[in-house]
């Protein structure tokens, strides 16, 4: 069920339209994505990379750098351990470029998805002892390592963590937490308690730029300084692909990183970007997170991310080329596997009556275990509630979870964290490992402590203004580009109106998408669905009684409808058109 809210947030727009030189709906949305006032909108709008936090902010920077630098200037040899998501990668090549850059020796690791599991683990540790590495910096991982990492001190290895992964803690049971912390040389996490960091929703791959901003601040160099400016695409890459909110200086960076995208030099980019048909000249935060940022995740998910970092690594366009068509090709069958899993795990829901829990707990052991969260992420999108999906491993039982926003899927899995053998994430996703045997007790116990009410699992849809349908025009939908870039956190406009539905046709190479006809104010207009078809007539039928939908097909009946809204823009033949894109309806 869905439960429809209109931003409501007060303001002058005419005034703040007139001065900023924009159209004062747009005005409108802006208030409502957060600007208190005209500057705070003239930042929104205009705002740049003097907007980026003082790196030093963040908890133990200032060890980091030292140690870093210390580490450079002896000729210690340095070894990267990442992760194997697109976060992983790119706050992997972050590192790598600029600490080369800095003159530093440095070599990387990706863990396994299968064989090692997610980031730092005592295997990849003994790795480093054998090959002589003096100090492991990890990225994207490390927090919740503390016994990795004091394997790699007592291995006579020092180890500086740079996550941003919760923390991990122990309750005394007086409502009290305290932090359990990796013994090392640095963290650098914004989740620390105490961080002076004000904005702590980064990804792996910002507080690695920012570390290397420190690094830069501290040991200045030419070199280092162009390697760094490089990387903005790859921390923009991180953050979009990681749905960070698209907020604060997260925002800035994805839109300077796309900027960059588009004139980029690096030739892995590049051979990704022509692989999938991307025009340079048009990307957004979702050519990032739907397009580019998959191709790199399916080779974590399938094969090795190290390919994804030798491919961003390497200067070799032709032989880059050659590799992103294959990346491609692997994200394809990836897509597949997601389809398929996605449609069993539907199929047991409805034959099983999960929805009488609150919190689904799938077991699909034969789902591929790197597809668990894309399956666990369309559940959650289709029954709007918290959704952990297990599969079996070759050590006994893994999963992801997806959540909404009712429910800290991190802190209500710290609850039962015994029945754990391994788990880590955030207040919106996770992942772990357990023993088999702990399963029905982890379903039972989630359930049981969920803490969720009825109405927290009503989907909410919030539109930013009742707008018909004649209102917009190509210079409002060209003002509203100006929220780009667009994605969690900044959602893109979206307007409710009411309309008679007079007619509707389906498209679509299987017939799966709809043009409906919608008239408004006298007008007709054409509004096209990329939703679930089949759903929307059987709404119809449900509300407006039998047969109701096969009339309007046929042009003999009609029906009127709330419908919440897209407006983008369409050029055909150099002629631009208002493309209407339905979003709900009821």
Known sequence: MDRWLEIRKGGDFIKWGEELGIDPLLARIIRNRGAENIEDARKYLEGGK????DPFLLPDMEKAVAELI????????IRIIGDYDVDGVTSTYILVKCIEAAGGIVSYAIPHRLKDGYGINDDLVRECAEDGIDLIITCDNGIAAASQI???YELSIKVIVTDHHQVHFLDDGNGNRNEILPVCEAVVDPHREGSAYPYKGI????VAYKFMSALLDRYPSQALKNALEECIQFAALGTACDVMDLCDENRVMVREGIRQMESTKNSGIRALMNANRLDGTHLSAYSLSFVIGPCINSTGRLESAGESVNLLLSED???CLADALRIRELNDSRKNMTVTGTKKAV??????????EKVLVIYLPELHESIAGLVAGKIKESYNRPVLV????????KGSGRSIPAYNMFEKMSEVKELFTKFGGHAMAAGFSLEESNLSELRRRLNENAGLQDEDLYREVRFDARVPLEYATVRLVKDLEKLEPVG???????FATTVTIKGISRMGKEKQYGNLTAVSSGRSFKVTYFGDMDALDKYIDTKFGPGTAEKVYSGIGKIDLDICYELNLNVYKGNEYIDYRLRYYR
């Open 317 to 319: 366009y032709d032989k």
């Open 347 to 356: 199929s047991m829901i409805e034959s099983e009556n999960m929805l009488s």
């Open 488 to 494: 969690a956190g900044n959602p893109g406009a979206l």
């Open 70 to 77: 210390s580490a450079i200037d002896g000729g210690e040899k």
């Open 50 to 53: 003097e907007l980026f936090h």
């Open 390 to 397: 297990v599969t079996r491993g070759e050590e006994g039982l």
């Open 150 to 152: 004091a394997l790699a």
């Open 203 to 206: 990804c792996g791959a910002m």
